[in-house]
């Protein structure tokens, strides 16, 4: 490695204020610098580098050739810091905070209710900010665009689309009451009665402060005279291993190639980044050509056009659609084809740094344009000392063959791309897991020319993404049918040739190898689809037209800007203007996550002396320890100490959690060690090198079947049984058996675990900053772990960045994890996981497994029922003891089977522990009790609804475990759901639809949904609150819930305000906190603000009752007065409040009990469109009615169904844990498990809060946190509707019950065709796959 021992200095702007860094590093990024080095904390580490967006700051550059500023997100994780040489960064605290002003992009995405847990908000008020730079007055289109390549997973988009849509001038919605206006925007809508008035509105657009662009910070005019500057020189930056550098000429950088032939050039560095953060390679020279005009140029000629290696992709974008506007349409076929892709690569940040150069010389796999710039005949300009050369972008440099690649002192300085002709076509085709922003399963780029005026083929190139370790061409099928007519026997034979030419071998990387062997035909059959097209609109005598009903296969689902509505009830008119329960109130917090203040634990300022924590992890399923040998990593630089099983003072396994793994490992992902050094980077180096040494045990389980083999189960058999089942079965019609597999899902919260233990000086005292749903349990499992009592560990919970049930149980066990780490150190640990040890470690949703037999009459009725589930929990109990008590009681859902008998079972496999999520089985096992309604429904030849309608519970009832519930709420959401949806006028055109498209097929479901809310033990229901009244009449509010995003701050707010008869802004939150609260129970459950509520009210009611003898006295006084009066009659003005809980309970024995507080019930109905031939599908529209009862803040309940739909949604349509059969996880982030983005949402999406009553609960209210997800199941139900639509079509009339996730994969592969007839099938005793099913 060079060393060069006087390095420049780095000069940059953030913020307005310019940087002078002496000691730049090339490995530093500029996330860790904002927020470790500048203590800017308002950009969030979400992933590190595979695009969640988080991290999003804009950059700012002059551009010396146009001498124009050119604006431009980007995720700072993947920006070398060395990279910013003359350029501004904007934070989101450069554009506003609550300390100068907020910026209207923040206050709108706050006041439009666009956040919840806050932790994706700076980056999405960036994206939205930066486009506004660019574009002030933008179309809801570029809306869309620019927020592609951010991820949230509270809100589900929506009102953060909503609040980037307020600065469009192009309205979304219907404009009949004004400019901006939609007919339904209005205080209230006439109804029967006064409380039943209907708002629609959940912020006010009057109060939004208007954008001024001229506003906006200037660009620093020092940074324009650095780059006018003539006398520019050669920039070196050293760090601790690497060295940079800035070639200032061309010259320059081809000397500094042939010098460094191996040192990568670093463009927009999204190859060089992640290769380097998560493919351990490294690179002791990194040389950086930015800003070189040689590279940075567009030259049209007549034959094509020429675009410099350094565009972005963005830029790109741009070129070329200037390009297709000045065009022919006929000359602009591989430009179109290749913004078609661009539309879709990445989110906008990828876009805006990834350079064309950087895409051709990656050549990643799963390119998205160089198939199609292969097709369309493109040339690579290349350029070295030695001179200049051209080299086709063909097959052979795709498929790296040597002689066909660039030479190390190569550098490409564009590439040039030649117009289509008139007899040439040219496309791109792909299809991915998710429409934007998510890696082509497979793709292609396809080209052919036919002899003029004929349709005789002269030339015919086709490229495959994502089939092989590279781009592939499949060259010799093309040179068969030169010569050939481009008719059905030509496509036959070409799918032939095609799939024995490009064979995926049965185990190959990636799986899903019958699914991608089926696309790669199946896109074929699309490019001859759309050439017949072309070709017949050149000549239609000539040629004839495809058949009307193939029209549909030809067009991708375009990304639509989503519009909806929402419903709930107003306010009573009589309630007094300050009482602020039932108001849709912003969130507490909502200003502070857009401006990005709020903050998380990894913002907490450095504390002396702290170190940083990074872990090793298991590798093996289930072996024995042999050795673990920590020496190498002892000496790395740094380090201060590696902690293992050993130095846990206490126990180091609490209710059966292990906290280190000791003599043997029992799941990939197990934390054997961890270790603590100065830096995180030098934890996370150092934790390479513990070597440990491991001897396999068998056996190793990994799924449910091998469980079941092996009788490994984690508890006992759960089970609730009425009537007689076994009698029942004998007096049916039909009788049906099946089973349905539910696979597990990822929490992704966006905070990923994060944890600050802080040892203190005195009685074994330590300090937790933790971002948990459950204080008390990691009190809990650190004391154990220190063998102290729990009066020494104090633990403080502000906000967590999501949690979704991700931070009950593990947040204890990783507490003790560093607890034990800062015991041993003596300093404060300080350890936030990165994203792929978060998603190995703290495993997820329980995978589930249910097998049902189901007896019934001819016309639909059921009369037994007899259901077994098993969940997949895992190496350790964790909650999956509750989550099988949850789903046996609460699976048989909205309806009345009297012979009914339900068991469940936890499965022991050796995988890490599965644990709550959202809905805690309920989104699983209830997936089981449609899919068997929906197997009748199929059998009696009725609609699954008319099923549905037939078996729901119609009058108060008894569950199957006696406890009583009135379901008129149910059937009310139902009938309603059916009605206002149209369900069955719009079922009557989606058939039509079906009839005449043979490849796009609609489906429409519904669901009824019986939702029970809180714990089955009075005590799991119980909860505390604090609340002090200073003597300047402020209150603190202090309770035992914690904040996720989910809004609890402010409902307790509302409750006191209402409580004390005070304004809102007298009523401060402080934090939830075992010191102020204690014993508290997990937030979880949806009843965090039904039972913290009832103990908030308590407290105040203590208060008011004291106070009473004070405002008897001053009844007309102030509150001020008041408080000033009993402080000196020295009245107590603080006071506890206490919730004993709702007094559920269970016997199991009797199989019966009172185990749930109340029902929450529901509905929802939703409309796909599926594409048969890919397998991708649109949801086009959502209707969901829920019960609230009465809300106590319908933005906060509105956000709750929503987000909760959307992540339900993404559980059971895309999002996919690919685990290996030795039970490794491979998808640890957001690049490889795909979450539903902005273009998931239903393009219509209309939700309703429906009134009804729940005295139990507070204000008679209901929680509402989880409920949501399950209704995400319509999407599930209506891609089944789609499906067998497509299947009768077919002539299978044999109803096929889809397992979850709906994936592409599924759809596909389930729509049988001649093309999914065609590819090879392996037999799978032949081969291993390299993915399996776990449930
Ligand atoms: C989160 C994320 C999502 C993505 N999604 C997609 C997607 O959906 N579809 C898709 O197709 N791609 C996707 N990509 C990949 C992306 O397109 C490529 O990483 C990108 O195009 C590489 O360009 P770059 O400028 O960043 O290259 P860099 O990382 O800067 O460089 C990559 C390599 O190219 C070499 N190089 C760069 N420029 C030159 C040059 N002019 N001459 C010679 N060598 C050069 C470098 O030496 C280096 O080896 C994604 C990437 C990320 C990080
Ligand atoms: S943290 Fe930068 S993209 Fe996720
Ligand atoms: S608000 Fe978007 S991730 Fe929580």
């Given at each position: 490695?060079?060393s060069?021992?006087?390095?420049?200095?780095?000069?940059?702007?953030?913020?307005?204020?310019?940087?002078?860094?002496?000691?730049?590093?090339?490995?530093?990024?500029?996330?860790?610098?904002?927020?470790?080095?500048?203590?800017?904390?308002?950009?969030?580490?979400?992933?590190?580098?595979?695009?969640?967006?988080?991290?999003?700051?804009?950059?700012?550059?002059?551009?010396?050739?146009?001498?124009?500023?050119?604006?431009?997100?980007?995720?700072?994780?993947?920006?070398?810091?060395?990279?910013?040489y003359?350029?501004?960064?904007?934070?989101?605290?450069?554009?506003?905070?609550?300390?100068t002003?907020?910026?209207?992009?923040?206050?709108?995405?706050?006041?439009?209710?666009?956040?919840?847990?806050?932790?994706?908000?700076?980056?999405?008020?960036?994206?939205?900010?930066?486009?506004?730079?660019?574009?002030?007055?933008?179309?809801?289109?570029?809306?869309?665009?620019?927020?592609?390549?951010?991820?949230?997973?509270?809100t589900?988009?929506?009102?953060?689309?909503?609040?980037?849509?307020?600065?469009?001038?192009?309205?979304?919605?219907?404009?009949?009451?004004?400019?901006?206006?939609?007919?339904?925007?209005?205080?209230?809508?006439?109804?029967?009665?006064?409380?039943?008035?209907?708002?629609?509105?959940?912020?006010?657009?009057d109060?939004?402060?208007?954008?001024?662009?001229?506003?906006?910070?200037?660009?620093?005019?020092?940074?324009?005279?650095?780059?006018?500057?003539?006398?520019?020189?050669?920039?070196?930056?050293?760090?601790?291993?690497?060295?940079?550098?800035?070639?200032?000429?061309l010259?320059?950088?081809?000397?500094?190639?042939?010098?460094?032939?191996?040192?990568?050039?670093?463009?927009?560095?999204?190859?060089?980044?992640?290769?380097?953060?998560?493919?351990?390679?490294?690179?002791?020279?990194?040389?950086?050509?930015?800003?070189?005009?040689?590279?940075?140029?567009?030259?049209?000629?007549?034959?094509?056009?020429?675009?410099?290696?350094?565009?972005?992709?963005?830029?790109?974008?741009?070129?070329l659609?200037?390009?297709?506007?000045?065009?022919?349409?006929?000359k602009?076929?591989?430009?179109?084809?290749?913004?078609?892709?661009?539309?879709?690569?990445?989110?906008?940040?990828?876009?805006?740094?990834?350079?064309?150069?950087?895409?051709?010389?990656?050549?990643?796999?799963?390119?998205?344009?160089?198939?199609?710039?292969?097709?369309?005949?493109?040339?690579?300009?290349?350029?070295?000392?030695e001179?200049?050369?051209?080299?086709?972008?063909?097959?052979?440099?795709?498929?790296?063959?040597?002689?066909?690649?660039?030479?190390?002192?190569?550098?490409?300085?564009?590439?040039?791309?030649?117009?289509?002709?008139?007899?040439?076509?040219?496309?791109?085709?792909?299809?991915?897991?998710?429409?934007?922003?998510?890696?082509?399963?497979?793709?292609?780029?396809?080209?052919?020319?036919?002899?003029?005026?004929?349709?005789?083929?002269?030339e015919?190139?086709?490229?495959?993404?994502?089939v092989?370790?590279?781009?592939?061409?499949?060259?010799?099928?093309?040179?068969?049918?030169?010569?050939?007519?481009?008719?059905?026997?030509?496509?036959?034979?070409?799918?032939?040739?095609?799939?024995?030419?490009?064979?995926?071998?049965?185990?190959?990387?990636?799986?899903?190898?019958?699914y991608?062997?089926?696309?790669?035909?199946?896109?074929?059959?699309?490019?001859?689809?759309?050439?017949?097209?072309?070709?017949?609109?050149?000549?239609?005598?000539?040629?004839?037209?495809?058949?009307?009903?193939?029209?549909?296969?030809?067009?991708?689902?375009?990304?639509?800007?989503?519009?909806?509505?929402?419903?709930?009830?107003?306010?009573?008119?009589?309630?007094?203007?300050?009482?602020?329960?039932?108001?849709?109130?912003?969130?507490?917090?909502?200003?502070?996550?857009?401006?990005?203040?709020?903050?998380?634990?990894?913002?907490?300022?450095?504390?002396?002396?702290?170190?940083?924590?990074?872990?090793?992890?298991?590798?093996?399923?289930?072996?024995?320890?042999?050795?673990?040998?920590?020496?190498?990593a002892?000496?790395?630089?740094?380090?201060?100490?590696?902690?293992?099983?050993?130095?846990?003072?206490?126990?180091?396994?609490?209710?059966?959690?292990?906290?280190y793994?000791?003599?043997?490992?029992?799941?990939?992902?197990?934390?054997?060690?961890?270790?603590?050094?100065?830096?995180?980077?030098?934890?996370?180096?150092?934790?390479?090198?513990?070597?440990?040494?491991?001897?396999?045990?068998?056996?190793?389980?990994?799924?449910i079947?091998?469980?079941?083999?092996?009788?490994?189960?984690?508890?006992?058999?759960?089970?609730?049984?009425?009537?007689?089942?076994e009698?029942?079965?004998?007096?049916?019609?039909?009788?049906?058996?099946?089973?349905?597999?539910?696979?597990?899902?990822?929490?992704?919260?966006?905070?990923?675990?994060?944890?600050?233990?802080?040892?203190?000086?005195?009685?074994?005292?330590m300090?937790?900053?933790?971002?948990?749903?459950?204080?008390?349990?990691?009190?809990?499992?650190?004391?154990?772990?220190?063998?102290?009592?729990?009066?020494?560990?104090?633990?403080?919970?502000?906000?967590?960045?999501?949690?979704?049930?991700?931070?009950?149980?593990?947040?204890?066990?990783?507490?003790?994890?560093?607890?034990?780490?800062?015991?041993?150190?003596?300093?404060?640990?300080?350890?936030?996981?990165?994203?792929?040890?978060?998603?190995?470690?703290?495993?997820?949703?329980?995978?589930?497994?249910?097998?049902?037999?189901?007896?019934?009459?001819?016309?639909?009725v059921?009369?037994?029922?007899?259901?077994?589930?098993?969940?997949?929990?895992?190496?350790?109990?964790?909650?999956?003891?509750?989550?099988?008590?949850?789903?046996?009681?609460?699976?048989?859902?909205a309806?009345?089977?009297?012979?009914?008998?339900?068991?469940?079972?936890?499965?022991?496999?050796?995988?890490?522990?599965?644990?709550?999520?959202?809905?805690?089985?309920?989104?699983?096992?209830?997936?089981?009790?449609?899919?068997?309604?929906?197997?009748?429904?199929?059998?009696?030849?009725?609609?699954?609804?008319?099923?549905?309608?037939?078996?729901?519970?119609?009058?108060?009832?008894?569950?199957?475990?006696?406890?009583?519930?009135?379901?008129?709420?149910?059937?009310?959401?139902?009938?309603?759901?059916?009605?206002?949806?149209?369900?069955?006028?719009?079922?009557?055109?989606?058939?039509?639809?079906?009839?005449?498209n043979?490849?796009?097929k609609?489906?429409?479901?519904?669901?009824?949904?019986?939702?029970?809310?809180?714990?089955?033990?009075?005590?799991?229901?119980?909860?505390?609150?604090?609340?002090?009244?200073?003597?300047?009449?402020?209150?603190?509010?202090?309770?035992?819930?914690?904040?996720?995003?989910?809004?609890i701050?402010?409902?307790?707010a509302?409750?006191?305000?209402?409580?004390?008869?005070?304004?809102?802004?007298?009523?401060?939150?402080?934090?939830?906190?075992?010191v102020?609260?204690?014993?508290?129970?997990?937030?979880a459950?949806?009843?965090?603000?039904?039972?913290?509520?009832?103990?908030?009210?308590?407290?105040?009611?203590?208060?008011?009752?004291?106070?009473?003898?004070?405002?008897?006295k001053?009844?007309?006084?102030?509150?001020?007065?008041w408080?000033?009066?009993?402080?000196?009659?020295?009245?107590?003005?603080?006071?506890?409040?206490?919730?004993?809980?709702?007094?559920?309970?269970?016997?199991?024995?009797?199989?019966?009990?009172?185990?749930?507080?109340?029902?929450?019930?529901?509905?929802?109905?939703?409309?796909?469109?599926?594409?048969?031939?890919?397998?991708?599908?649109?949801?086009?529209?959502?209707?969901?009615?829920?019960?609230?009862?009465?809300?106590?803040?319908?933005?906060?309940?509105?956000?709750?169904i929503?987000?909760?739909?959307?992540?339900?949604?993404?559980?059971?349509?895309?999002?996919?844990?690919?685990?290996?059969?030795?039970?490794?996880?491979?998808?640890?982030?957001?690049?490889?498990?795909?979450?539903?983005?902005?273009?998931?949402?239903?393009?219509?999406?209309?939700?309703?809060?429906?009134?009804?009553?729940?005295?139990i609960?507070?204000?008679?209210?209901?929680?509402?946190?989880?409920?949501?997800?399950?209704?995400?199941?319509?999407?599930?139900?209506?891609?089944?509707?789609?499906?067998?639509?497509?299947?009768?079509?077919?002539?299978?009339?044999?109803r096929?019950?889809?397992?979850?996730?709906?994936?592409?994969?599924?759809?596909?592969?389930?729509?049988?065709?001649?093309?999914?007839d065609?590819?090879?099938?392996?037999?799978?005793?032949?081969?291993?796959p390299?993915?399996?099913?776990?449930?």
């Open positions: 490695m060079p060069h021992p006087n390095p420049d200095e780095l000069i940059f702007f953030v913020n307005g204020r310019k940087v002078v860094e002496k000691n730049a590093d090339p490995e530093v990024n500029l996330l860790f610098y904002l927020r470790k080095v500048l203590h800017l904390t308002g950009t969030k580490y979400g992933c590190g580098g595979r695009g969640c967006g988080s991290c999003t700051v804009m950059v700012s550059r002059y551009d010396l050739k146009t001498k124009k500023i050119r604006h431009y997100p980007v995720i700072a994780c993947l920006v070398p810091v060395c990279s910013l003359g350029a501004a960064v904007t934070t989101v605290e450069g554009i506003g905070s609550l300390k002003r907020v910026h209207p992009v923040q206050e709108r995405l706050a006041k439009c209710h666009g956040t919840q847990c806050g932790f994706c908000s700076p980056g999405m008020a960036m994206s939205i900010y930066t486009l506004l730079r660019n574009h002030p007055e933008p179309t809801p289109e570029q809306i869309m665009e620019a927020l592609g390549g951010n991820l949230c997973r509270c589900g988009y929506r009102p953060i689309v909503e609040s980037g849509n307020t600065f469009s001038v192009e309205s979304t919605v219907c404009q009949m009451k004004g400019p901006g206006k939609c007919c339904m925007d209005q205080e209230e809508m006439p109804s029967v009665t006064r409380q039943e008035k209907i708002c629609t509105k959940l912020y006010n657009r109060e939004f402060q208007p954008l001024d662009p001229s506003q906006e910070p200037i660009f620093p005019p020092e940074l324009i005279r650095m780059a006018e500057d003539p006398s520019k020189k050669r920039l070196t930056f050293q760090g601790e291993r690497t060295a940079w550098i800035t070639a200032v000429t010259k320059d950088l081809l000397e500094l190639k042939a010098n460094y032939p191996k040192a990568p050039l670093v463009m927009g560095n999204t190859t060089v980044g992640p290769t380097t953060i998560f493919g351990d390679e490294f690179h002791p020279v990194f040389i950086s050509p930015l800003g070189l005009p040689e590279l940075y140029f567009v030259d049209s000629t007549d034959n094509g056009v020429t675009i410099g290696a350094g565009y972005t992709l963005a830029q790109l974008n741009d070129a659609h200037f390009i297709v506007s000045e065009q022919p349409k006929e602009t076929k591989t430009y179109c084809a290749l913004l078609k892709h661009l539309r879709t690569l990445a989110g906008a940040q990828i876009r805006n740094m990834a350079t064309l150069g950087g895409h051709v010389v990656s050549r990643p796999n799963f390119s998205d344009l160089n198939p199609i710039l292969a097709a369309g005949n493109a040339i690579i300009n290349l350029i070295s000392k001179g200049e050369r051209q080299i086709p972008l063909d097959g052979h440099f795709l498929e790296r063959s040597p002689e066909a690649n660039l030479k190390s002192e190569e550098i490409v300085s564009s590439v040039y791309i030649p117009h289509s002709t008139q007899w040439h076509f040219v496309s791109g085709l792909r299809l991915a897991q998710r429409q934007e922003n998510s890696y082509a399963i497979v793709n292609a780029g396809m080209s052919v020319k036919f002899e003029d005026g004929t349709d005789t083929i002269k015919f190139k086709m490229f495959y993404g994502s092989g370790p590279t781009v592939v061409s499949a060259d010799q099928t093309c040179k068969q049918l030169i010569g050939r007519h481009w008719d059905d026997q030509m496509l036959s034979d070409a799918c032939q040739l095609v799939l024995s030419e490009i064979y995926i071998p049965p185990g190959a990387e990636g799986g899903m190898v019958e991608r062997r089926t696309l790669i035909i199946s896109l074929l059959f699309k490019f001859y689809l759309k050439v017949r097209r072309g070709l017949n609109r050149m000549d239609p005598q000539k040629f004839p037209d495809i058949p009307e009903k193939f029209m549909s296969a030809l067009d991708n689902f375009p990304i639509g800007t989503p519009q909806g509505i929402q419903m709930f009830q107003c306010v009573d008119p009589y309630q007094p203007p300050q009482d602020p329960v039932g108001h849709p109130l912003m969130h507490q917090s909502a200003i502070k996550h857009a401006t990005g203040e709020a903050v998380y634990v990894d913002d907490i300022p450095p504390i002396n002396e702290e170190l940083f924590l990074a872990v090793v992890t298991s590798t093996r399923a289930h072996a024995k320890i042999i050795l673990i040998d920590v020496s190498e002892l000496a790395f630089p740094g380090v201060v100490d590696v902690i293992t099983a050993d130095d846990v003072p206490g126990d180091n396994n609490c209710l059966g959690e292990i906290f793994a000791q003599n043997e490992v029992i799941c990939v992902g197990q934390i054997v060690c961890t270790v603590a050094a100065d830096t995180y980077a030098h934890a996370r180096d150092a934790a390479k090198k513990v070597k440990i040494a491991y001897e396999d045990i068998e056996p190793r389980i990994i799924t079947e091998q469980a079941l083999e092996h009788n490994s189960f984690l508890s006992g058999e759960k089970k609730i049984e009425q009537g007689n089942v009698q029942a079965f004998k007096h049916v019609d039909q009788i049906i058996e099946g089973e349905v597999h539910v696979e597990g899902q990822e929490h992704f919260y966006l905070e990923t675990q994060s944890f600050l233990a802080i040892p203190k000086q005195e009685d074994k005292e300090v937790l900053h933790i971002a948990t749903q459950n204080p008390s349990a990691v009190q809990e499992f650190v004391a154990a772990a220190l063998n102290v009592p729990r009066n020494r560990i104090t633990c403080h919970m502000k906000r967590a960045g999501g949690a979704f049930g991700g931070k009950t149980t593990k947040s204890a066990v990783l507490g003790a994890v560093s607890a034990v780490a800062a015991n041993k150190t003596g300093r404060p640990i300080r350890f936030i996981l990165e994203r792929g040890d978060d998603m190995l470690i703290t495993a997820g949703r329980h995978p589930l497994l249910g097998k049902y037999k189901i007896g019934f009459m001819n016309n639909g059921i009369k037994a029922a007899d259901v077994e589930y098993y969940v997949n929990g895992g190496c350790t109990l964790d909650e999956s003891e509750m989550v099988i008590e949850f789903i046996v009681l609460k699976s048989e859902n309806y009345f089977i009297p012979n009914f008998r339900c068991r469940g079972r936890a499965c022991k496999t050796n995988l890490p522990s599965n644990t709550a999520f959202r809905g805690f089985g309920f989104p699983q096992g209830t997936l089981v009790a449609e899919s068997y309604i929906t197997a009748v429904a199929s059998q009696c030849d009725l609609l699954p609804e008319e099923v549905k309608e037939i078996n729901m519970y119609k009058r108060i009832s008894k569950t199957a475990f006696n406890q009583i519930f009135n379901p008129e709420p149910l059937r009310r959401c139902w009938k309603e759901c059916l009605e206002k949806s149209s369900f069955y006028a719009r079922k009557r055109d989606a058939e039509e639809f079906n009839k005449n043979y490849w796009k609609k489906g429409l479901a519904v669901v009824p949904m019986k939702f029970t809310v809180g714990n089955t033990e009075a005590y799991q229901n119980h909860a505390g609150a604090l609340v002090h009244i200073y003597t300047d009449g402020s209150v603190l509010v202090l309770h035992g819930g914690c904040e996720l995003g989910q809004g701050y402010t409902k307790m509302q409750v006191a305000s209402r409580e004390l008869n005070i304004p809102i802004s007298y009523i401060h939150l402080l934090e939830t906190s075992t102020t609260v204690p014993n508290t129970f997990f937030t459950t949806s009843i965090g603000a039904d039972v913290n509520g009832k103990a908030v009210q308590n407290a105040c009611q203590i208060l008011m009752a004291r106070l009473q003898p004070v405002i008897r001053n009844p007309k006084g102030r509150w001020e007065d408080i000033a009066k009993a402080y000196e009659e020295c009245i107590n003005l603080s006071a506890t409040g206490y919730f004993k809980g709702y007094q559920t309970y269970m016997d199991w024995k009797a199989e019966e009990g009172e185990p749930f507080a109340y029902y929450v019930y529901g509905a929802s109905c939703s409309e796909v469109e599926v594409d048969c031939l890919t397998g991708a599908h649109k949801l086009l529209r959502t209707d969901i009615f829920m019960d609230a009862a009465f809300s106590i803040n319908p933005a906060l309940d509105i956000g709750q929503e987000g909760a739909f959307i992540q339900g949604m993404g559980l059971y349509t895309i999002e996919e844990l690919k685990y290996s059969p030795e039970g490794v996880l491979y998808s640890r982030g957001p690049d490889d498990y795909i979450i539903p983005t902005v273009t998931e949402i239903p393009e219509e999406f209309y939700v309703t809060l429906v009134r009804s009553r729940n005295p609960a507070i204000y008679s209210s209901k929680g509402l946190g989880e409920a949501g997800m399950f209704l995400g199941c319509s999407v599930f139900f209506a891609i089944s509707d789609a499906v067998a639509a497509a299947r009768r079509q077919r002539g299978l009339t044999k096929l019950t889809l397992n979850s996730p709906a994936t592409p994969e599924v759809i596909r592969m389930a729509c049988t065709d001649q093309f999914t065609m590819i090879p099938r392996d037999d799978p005793s032949t081969f291993t390299w993915s399996i099913h776990v449930s």
